[in-house]
């Protein structure tokens, strides 16, 4: 595969001087993009797409061995085999197109800040607006220190060819026949992960916060935070939630929403100047932060439903589960930290690390974990599929390493080096796993159609109470005890938090508890088993 490289630096090269590359600001991109949008009651914009989630499955990660990933679907390996002819066309199509191209800077630091730039092809006008939402989410690209990546963006590419081709190690992205906005803004992090590893980092899909905490006991204590998950499982939500801490001294601050990379120190890194929400929960009053900037006239929606009025309805599914809104960090308030950056362990009481996962059978609400079995939560990447990567599958389980579906290169490596991290600061890091889903689902195959039917209702965890967990423990006010089937511990009480409406035994027989019990750990055990090379400590985390 690197024998592409030279041919595919020689095409970015010449788009820097192309005189079909107009090259707009912030401004002319907002007023060139809005005519192709919906004005909601709010002031704001909203837009719709005609692809509308990620194309996870044609996406191949292509150079040497170091990064290709080795289990390919029949479209990715057809993708491979045409991809000679498919670079002579992009590279000729590129030369002659009308394109936008757009500078920004991901990041805020001296150490680690990737020159971002994207050209997209405006064959189609209204694709203006992928640009513009993309300008909203990094920052001014004077303060960029490196290093260099690139993404082409070809939205009128033939459907049946519809694909993304990653080259990692030239940080160059071309992505073809989709308007989905979350390719652009996945694209670039995803190249900067790759890059962030060679810095001495860890790239993370996760979300920070700063937490100011009173104890019990009067004193105030300073917490980073990092949350991780997969779309629409919860990370944005409590990383940008307050958990209702209101004693004096007391305080939230975000940090960042997606992606950091976490340093020795355990420091983390911050990417993005914007957060890219999904809409379908804001209503129901349990985000009121975010319910409110996403009425600021700055946020930019996606595929959300907008009435003859303009009158915004984003719980409205009729579209898409998967609508979304750009917002402004500025827009956050006071929620908003100064820095998009964690500081460093010296600089805080404790770093929390919280999996967050979406099950519905067994799994507690919460459980505290071991070095090891952090690093055994972080590969297991334990949660459903949603409608933001797969809506064909939302609500299946499935396991991604890190609940990070944009690692690029050895998964063991990655949790090695979260295991290194987590036991050079052992005793001042933290791990628990947060179940946002529920207990009690029982799921019957229908023999005829294949389909998946939960035939007994779900014991679900609030949002609230989700806030509630985390408050109790920052505020130190949660007692845990062992819990015998995998060697965690689980809370004995937590205020505003029913835990009795958890319990597996009000929903399943002993019989049924053991069999979910006996399918989650052979599942786990083989899934660990997979990865050459993997820490035996990680690989043993969860066999008693």
Excluded at 334 to 361: C, H, K, Q, V, Y
Excluded at 414 to 425: P, S
Aim: charged fraction near 25%; hydrophobic fraction near 40%.
């Amino acid at each position: 595969m690197r024998s592409y490289y030279e041919d595919i630096n020689r095409a970015i090269e010449q788009l820097r001087d192309q005189d079909n590359v107009a090259r707009p600001d912030g401004d002319q991109l907002r007023r060139m993009a809005e005519p192709y949008g919906v004005r909601t009651h709010f002031g704001n914009v909203n837009y719709s797409t005609c692809v509308r989630n990620r194309s996870k499955d044609l996406t191949v990660i292509l150079g040497g061995p170091e990064v290709m990933e080795p289990n390919l679907n029949a479209d990715q390996q057809r993708i491979i085999r045409q991809l000679p002819d498919t670079l002579k066309k992009i590279h000729r199509y590129i030369q002659q197109a009308p394109l936008v191209g757009v500078a920004r800077t991901m990041g805020q630091n001296q150490d680690f800040a990737p020159h971002c730039t994207m050209y997209v092809s405006t064959h189609r006008k209204d694709c203006i607006r992928i640009p513009y939402m993309w300008y909203q989410t990094l920052f001014d690209p004077k303060h960029a220190t490196g290093p260099e990546m690139n993404l082409v963006y070809i939205p009128e590419w033939q459907e049946k060819d519809r694909q993304a081709l990653v080259f990692p190690e030239i940080g160059v992205t071309y992505v073809l026949g989709t308007d989905y906005f979350g390719e652009a803004k996945k694209g670039f992090l995803r190249m900067a992960m790759w890059f962030a590893k060679a810095h001495g980092m860890l790239g993370l899909h996760a979300g920070s916060k700063l937490i100011t905490a009173r104890t019990a006991s009067g004193k105030l204590k300073r917490y980073g935070m990092l949350l991780l998950g997969l779309t629409a499982t919860g990370k944005t939500t409590h990383s940008a939630h307050t958990h209702d801490l209101d004693r004096p001294g007391e305080e939230v601050q975000l940090v960042q929403d997606d992606v950091v990379f976490l340093r020795e120190d355990g420091s983390a890194l911050g990417a993005e100047a914007g957060l890219f929400i999904k809409t379908d929960s804001l209503e129901d009053g349990s985000q009121p932060v975010l319910y409110e900037a996403a009425q600021s006239p700055r946020t930019v929606f996606e595929n959300v439903m907008v009435d003859y009025l303009g009158r915004v309805y984003m719980g409205d599914e009729v579209l898409t589960g998967n609508g979304r809104a750009v917002v402004r960090r500025e827009d956050l308030g006071a929620l908003a930290s100064d820095s998009i950056d964690l500081p460093p362990l010296e600089e805080l009481d404790r770093l929390i690390i919280a999996f967050i996962t979406r099950r519905n059978t067994i799994l507690p609400p919460a459980a505290k974990l071991t070095a090891a079995q952090g690093a055994a939560a972080f590969m297991l990447g334990e949660s459903v599929h949603t409608s933001g990567s797969n809506p064909l599958r939302a609500g299946e389980s499935i396991r991604v390493v890190g609940t990070n579906p944009f690692i690029v290169g050895d998964e063991a490596f990655e949790g090695n080096r979260f295991y290194e991290i987590l036991r050079a600061h052992e005793g001042n890091i933290d791990c628990y796993q947060l179940n946002t889903g529920g207990v009690g689902e029982i799921l019957e195959i229908d023999e005829r159609t294949g389909e998946r039917n939960a035939v007994q209702k779900v014991e679900r965890v609030a949002i609230a109470e989700m806030a509630a967990i985390i408050r109790g423990i920052v505020r130190e006010e949660i007692e845990w005890e062992d819990e015998p089937v995998w060697g965690t511990q689980v809370p004995v009480a937590v205020e505003g938090v029913n835990l009795d409406r958890f319990n597996p035994a009000h929903f399943y027989s002993q019989e049924q508890i053991d069999e979910y019990v006996s399918e989650l750990r052979a599942g786990r055990i083989k899934h660990l088993e997979k990865f050459d090379g993997l820490h035996p400590d990680i690989i043993n985390a969860f066999k008693l």
